[in-house]
């Protein structure tokens, strides 16, 4: 491949340096205290040579259209046959591959180029991007041939375009549309990768389109059937993006009140947007703009352990444990979650049974120090769950449901209401498979499952379609998720789009720790060599680690620091 873009980097940066001087002298003004964002560095475009080779003509084109996602693919198409000009679609799907060399194959005979590409990722023709496994190879094929200008020209090539990861960080950007729940309390986000040239207009031409299907069922847009914008353009002037909807995009007052915010909040996140005014047919699409969605919840501060066969909270500075007359942890106690409100909790005994606790239903004033315990009186009484042959870890959602399934070869995920209602929701598409974790999201409108399929780990995130009251009606059919998973012994999520996967040793003293971004990349970081359990607050820099030996520790930096001993686990809400 040609690169130019080095020197345009170059130049810019000689450019740079012959500006940037440092006044000395003059008065001193108080500034707005914004800053643009700066405009992203895309790779040069240069149209073919006279004369140029099969070789520069294949590259060249390649090249061109990298660029093109900045501009309209004209000079790329410039590459091209006038027949192929007008048939090429580069936007159907694009191959994000490995940075480096491709490997070209010529075959004179046929006119045909084919090249060998690494791929790390795709994305479909909405910005929905999936993962490739290490070692992925596609095989693009392009028909050359002689142009009447007996030049070389692409005369047959596949849609869709080829794009290096390096250069498709500098062209494309990550949004989150905003969805609601189905209650319409809570934003349900859906990660998209659309290019950094008119973002906005991407952006808003998504969101109205709908969410996903593996996800409609499970949220709620303001957007009815047929919405479109009227100019499929949204100017941004000062940091304000004007969005002008078509007449069918106009719903009912409550639609057009939650349009206006899911447009809102998934364009003021861009770069360079402040503000949104929406209209329809010139008029503003509510005249009272209201926030009724709020984040997914975050988990309190203090989280509940076991410590010494006993129930507990920890507050972030003290251990504090359930009453001697509570009573100890059944034989066997293991895996412990937490609801949202701080009343309940929920683990395994042995691998069969789901019990609930609400020992801990009054807080930390409720509970002792460990130095002012005794002897635990008996056992503490627990509230059986579910019962089963062998049972994933459990999770709450935010509606207090209880999440588990049968770890071998189930065709249901189960969930158990606050009041003991257990509820089997049809996941035939886990059959033939060994499940290690079902993980309900904070926004309780999706389900992430960890299972094993032979010697492969599979994560995949499904929808949660529940009734307006929150009670879970089903699971859809799953989106997987990640790339190159080993074998995963924890999941969390930590935010509303990343999960986070606790690894094992595996015969070596570092344990992975895997960061997945939902409709992103998968990111591996190391875990403390012996952890074996994991829990966060809120973004990957709140993890916290418990450890084969009882210590606690959370992030420091690049490293974990040590902030508690002599725990058994530790959850906090989730």
């Known amino acids: 491949m040609r690169l130019r873009f080095a020197a345009v980097c170059a130049a810019a940066a000689l450019a740079l340096g012959a500006c940037a001087v440092i006044p000395t002298t003059g008065a001193v003004n108080e500034g707005s205290g914004e800053v643009e964002g700066a405009e992203p560095l895309v790779p040069f475009a240069e149209g073919p040579q006279m004369d140029d080779s099969v070789n520069a003509i294949v590259s060249g084109f390649i090249e061109a259209t990298a660029a093109g996602f900045a501009s309209d693919f004209t000079v790329a198409r410039e590459y091209l046959t006038v027949p192929a000009r007008a048939d090429w679609d580069p936007l159907a799907q694009v191959t994000v591959f490995d940075s480096g060399a491709l490997t070209q194959d010529y075959d004179e005979a046929t006119g045909m180029v084919t090249y060998s590409v690494p791929v790390a990722a795709r994305l479909d023709d909405a910005g929905r991007m999936v993962e490739a496994q290490a070692g992925t190879q596609a095989q693009l094929e392009f028909q050359v041939e002689r142009s009447v200008a007996n030049q070389w020209r692409i005369g047959g090539l596949d849609n869709g375009s080829l794009v290096a990861e390096a250069t498709f960080n500098q062209v494309f950007l990550p949004v989150t549309l905003v969805f609601a729940s189905i209650d319409g309390t809570t934003v349900v986000p859906e990660q998209r990768w659309l290019p950094q040239a008119n973002i906005a207009t991407w952006a808003a031409s998504e969101l109205v389109a709908g969410p996903s299907p593996w996800l409609a069922n499970a949220v709620t847009t303001g957007f009815p059937a047929g919405s479109a914008l009227a100019v499929d353009s949204v100017v941004v002037t000062d940091g304000v993006a004007k969005v002008q909807l078509a007449a069918q995009s106009a719903g009912t007052a409550e639609q057009r009140a939650l349009a206006e915010q899911q447009l809102r909040l ?153 009041d003991g209602v257990e509820t089997d929701l049809d996941a035939r598409w886990l059959a033939g498979r060994t499940v290690e974790q079902v993980v309900p999201s904070r926004d309780g409108a999706r389900l992430v499952v960890v299972s094993r399929s ?107 620091s040590t902030i508690a001993s002599g725990i058994d686990d530790l959850a906090y809400a989730g």
């Open 266 to 418: 998934t364009l003021t996140a861009l770069p360079g947007v402040r503000e949104v005014d929406v209209t329809v047919g010139g008029v503003p699409l509510t005249t009272d703009p209201q926030d009724t969605l709020s984040r997914e919840p975050v988990p309190a501060s203090v989280a509940a352990l076991f410590i010494d066969g006993r129930l507990g909270l920890w507050d972030g500075e003290e251990v504090r444990v359930v009453p001697d007359a509570v009573g100890a942890l059944p034989e066997g106690a293991n895996n412990l979650a937490t609801s949202y409100d701080g009343t309940r909790t929920a683990f395994r005994v042995g691998s069969s049974s789901i019990v609930g606790s609400d020992a801990l239903a009054g807080g930390i004033d409720s509970l002792v120090a460990p130095a002012d315990a005794g002897e635990p009186q008996g056992t503490m009484e627990v509230t059986t769950l579910v019962e089963g042959a062998s049972l994933v870890p459990p999770g709450f959602d935010r509606y207090g449901f209880v999440w588990t399934a049968e770890t071998n070869e189930p065709e249901s995920v189960i969930a158990v209401s606050a």
């Open 454 to 560: 032979g010697a492969q780990t599979v994560v995949e995130v499904a929808e949660v379609v529940r009734s307006d009251a929150g009670e879970p009606l089903s699971v859809g059919e799953p989106m997987q998720v990640g790339a190159n998973i080993g074998t995963v012994t924890d999941a969390i999520w930590v935010d509303d789009l990343s999960i986070a996967l606790l690894g094992a040793a595996e015969g070596s003293d570092s344990v992975p720790l895997w960061i997945v971004s939902v409709g992103g990349r998968t990111t591996e970081d190391l875990a403390v060599a012996d952890a074996v359990a994991i829990s966060a607050r809120h973004g990957d820099r709140s993890i916290t680690l418990v450890a084969a030996d009882g210590t606690v520790r959370e992030r420091a930096g690049t490293a974990w």
